[in-house]
């Protein structure tokens, strides 16, 4: 009872408050910007890639209509990869301006494609943009504490400390219940544009209440703190902005100096092949193959793909089958740098992680991109997904191109491998990007 | 004069007394300095390591054995952008574009192996480089620093009795407004020693001294408005707030929302989509590997009629070698075009976000630094021009050896057997075309004219400030 007594006094003593609204309104202004960008951003590229996939679609009929074989038809053809933005992306784009989230990519070598990257504005990116994750992160301990940390200095600079102090049945009470109303009020402000645009997103349920939950977390975090520093011994004699300054210090310390100490500790513990090396290295794989005997690509090649041993017999100095092959033998060499790399990339993220426990604002910020699949994980997966399509890709023309009907029926009856015939249909079977299922779970080490 | 001075003194003599003042400018120089020694030493690594890679590079082109000259067109080459030498102060958008590109014929790719991609994420909002120090972090310090400088004095009643006494509150205020920029100042000389450091390195001085120049006005606006709110406001803890909410909106807001308007405002079509008009474009061309595509009947009807020949094998050049030279010309005009377009969206976009630096002084410095420093979007655009001349020349050139060395016939019948496709090669001595590639930033002139915009809204800022000091000494009297 006196608990709801308490927040009801305090609540009717905020509403005299200016300074108090006008934070308030700014706020609430902030995060309608904050979910407006978002929402703007996340239609930008739906749109985006429902057009990619009407062009490509297009683009890839009138390609294949021309091929009279299945080698040129894997070669003209390019293939649209995507990643949609989840339904909760507006409120956190996370790495999406990094990390590329389409490709087109054909049945080369995937080593020489997977790295372009088709990025955004990089001085966009540099800038940084103002999303919402970025508002509960990095801004929401700042307005935390402009709205807390004068909690009793103000009243005491004013001459009403020991008047409250006097009227409240419990001074701890007194204290948490003012602070719980303003940061209720913060909350409000802040999640309110959220959960319309989430509900005009159409967000799941759970991962909304699962920002709410960070957000409110977040929130709780900052004003423990500010209660109790407030209350030690050392603010009771320093004044508001005194109090405020060392705040400040703290919100700098992990927000500022926490993530840039852990990023360079980071590259110093994780050791990662330069990008360049696996391209160059690919490069040479594959060109060389061009000068090198025929066993030199087979051998290789038959070593993954024991099936086609019996069809590497070349009637030309060039054909296809050998051509594709070189170019799996390409991955193939440079598939070792290339795990590392990802490794690598995985590993800083792991540790990037692990270092966000000594960082509320990068822990927020984590968890926010996490939720909205917008992190460097949920990248990678994209790219592992493109790797797998790949692979499927590979999957479905070796076969045309080795010609496994042709060599059957050769060994039943003993006689030499027909010349593979070109059939327009078999290609309408090609997989598709958009209905692709990871089904390949050895592809990582096929590759 | 002297009262100014002695304001001045009697200033820093309490920030010495209070210590928090005191540990703040430590703090700050020091964060500098650390800032600029680990970025300097950052760069010139990466300097180091894309000079190693670009000649590596090189070398190995020039080692290919033997081949079809074609083969070199696909077998490509590798550009890497060596970064400015204020960079080591602004690394500006060099962490977000890539390094290093991959040329080859028939394509213009895109830069590959951002700096970001391979980062452990941790560094969006935040950086150790000197700008984000000096743009972001400074003005906060100089808040924590002087947001108390006249308030302090009201709330003593000091200041009616300075007053009363006769002090003029002009320089009452220019004194106080000395020390902050002195305090200011000390937290911009690790970047006065860097820029120096840069003009050793060859950087023009006439660069790094605008350079200087436009971070010290930064600096005088910043200590001109947290010392205007500090005289328009009666309480300590008023003219905290408001400084501290100031702090949050100029530096931090502003910045990112006129990013994210730009983004809204201007959307430009991704590099992906442009492409599939490319292709369209290029169809009609006709595939520059077929030389029976009927797109090159007219060259060569042209041909024949001027070496007065009935068939191409009588020509005395190899038409395939010259159907690859005006297939890749013609593409290249395309794919330049659209290209130019896409730099041109870019610009745009980036314009919008620079407008801001009305709104906020941190966009204006901003701009102005990236600008300067020669690490903006203007630069990476002219490493992607510099690195597609580079691609055409060397393309073309083994376009013209396949036209000129190597016979017709040979080249026809390469895939007969072994011998043939021996016989379809030219001499590795014919490598020798591909010209060095070092990229230097634009010139001193050039990047002091593209930024004349920016440290005008600085110099506009600058005016604001004269106004607001002026209004606060009307309020003060």
Known sequence: MSVFSNINREARFLVKQRYFFALLTIVLLLSVFSVWSGISETNTQLSTIERLQQKD?????????????????AYYSFHLTYSAPSAMAFAAMGQRDIYPWKHRIRMLALEGQIYETDSDNPELSFLGRFDFAFLISVLLPLFVILLLHDLRSAEREAGRYDLLIATASKQQRLWLSRAS????????????PFVIGAIIMQAPLVSTLQVIAVTLGHILFWMLLTLWFTASKVAVKQSSAQIASVLLAVWLGVAVLVPVVSDIAIDEMVQSPNGGEIVLTQREGVNDAWDLPFADTWAPFIATH????????????????????????????????STAYRDATLEKNNLAQRFAYISPPMLAQKLLSSIAETDTLAAMKYEQKVRDYHQALRLFYYPLLFGAAELNEAQNNKTKVKKVAFDAKALSKLPSFSTFKNTIHTAKENI | MSVIQQVTRDEWRFWHRTKLAATIIIIGTLLTLVSGVVNTLEMQHASHEREHLQQSAQAQFLEQPDRHPHRMVHYGHYVFRTPSALSIIEPGVDAFTGTSIFLEGHKQNTAMFADQRQASGMTRFSSLTPSFLLQVLVPLFIILIGYASVTREKEAGTLNIMITQGINVWHLLLGKYFALVSSGLLMLLPLIVAAVWASINGESALITSSFVAGYILYILVWCGIVLAVSAVNQKNSASFAILVSLWIVLCILLPRIGSSSAAAIAPSPSKLEADFAVKAELRKLGDGHDASDPAFEQLKKNL???YNVDKVEDLPINFRGTVAQYSENKLTEILNQFAEKRMQEELEQAYIARQFGWLTPTTAIRSFSMLIAGTSLETHHRFLREAEKLRFDFVQSLNKVHQDNLSYEADANRNKNADATKAARVDAANWQVL????????????????SAIYALQLLFWCGLIVLLLRFAVRRIS
């Open chain 1, 57 to 73: 679609a297009i683009d890839r009929a009138n390609v294949l209509a021309k091929q009279s074989d299945y080698g040129s038809a």
């Open chain 1, 306 to 337: 024991p099936q086609w041993k019996n069809n590497t017999e070349m009637s030309s100095q060039f054909e296809w089958k050998w051509y594709y092959a070189f170019q799996q033998v390409g991955d193939q060499k440079a598939a070792a740098l």
């Open chain 2, 435 to 450: 010209s060095e590639f070092s990229f230097k930033p634009d010139t001193a002139q050039t990047r002091l004219l593209r």
């Open chain 2, 304 to 306: 024949l009629t001027k």
């Open chain 1, 181 to 192: 109303v303003l940061c209720a009020a913060l909350a409000i402000a802040l999640l309110l």
